[in-house]
């Protein structure tokens, strides 16, 4: 069998005491997120990963979670082209923070995070973030 890579994470919006501001940003991230490609089109992100919720009450109280999931065939080589696509899912939306986890049968599980420098992101910004990531390693004693 071959080596099997699993991609999750999610996306957070920002609180705001605006209820017209909240729902256009959610608004707008629903339609880039709907203009993901889909099916056998996606060779990286798809619409099939991505997941929200949207009902006030219902997960949702203040801040917009997008949550994403997906496994890969040894994604790890083609790495780079997973996060610049991810970025440039990133300009798109509405976001503050985001963080990606990956784990790989080969090497271990990493951690990667970005935040946006001014404590968010619209989709007219360039995208200036602060990113850090991190390994899991096995510890042996």
């Given at each position: 069998m071959e080596s099997e890579s699993l991609v999750y994470g999610c996306i957070r919006d920002w609180p705001s005491a605006d209820p017209e501001q909240r729902r256009l940003r959610r608004a707008s991230n629903r339609r880039e997120l709907d203009a993901l490609p889909q099916g056998d089109a996606w060779p990286f992100l798809g619409r099939e990963m991505f997941s929200f919720c949207e009902t006030p009450g219902q997960g949702l109280y203040q801040t917009q979670l997008i949550h994403?999931?997906?496994?890969?065939?040894?994604?790890?080589?083609?790495?780079?082209?997973?996060?610049e696509q991810f970025e440039a899912l990133l300009?798109?939306?509405?976001w503050a923070s985001a963080v990606v986890h990956?784990?790989?049968?080969?090497?271990?599980?990493?951690?990667?995070?970005w935040e946006s420098?001014?404590?968010?992101?619209?989709?007219?910004?360039?995208?200036?973030?602060?990113?850090?990531?991190?390994?899991?390693?096995?510890?042996?004693g």
């Open positions: 994403f999931g997906a496994s890969y065939l040894a994604v790890e080589y083609e790495w780079k082209l997973w996060v300009r798109r939306l509405y990956l784990e790989t049968e080969l090497n271990g599980t990493h951690t990667f995070r420098e001014k404590g968010f992101h619209s989709p007219q910004d360039s995208l200036r973030v602060r990113c850090a990531w991190e390994r899991e390693g096995n510890l042996h």
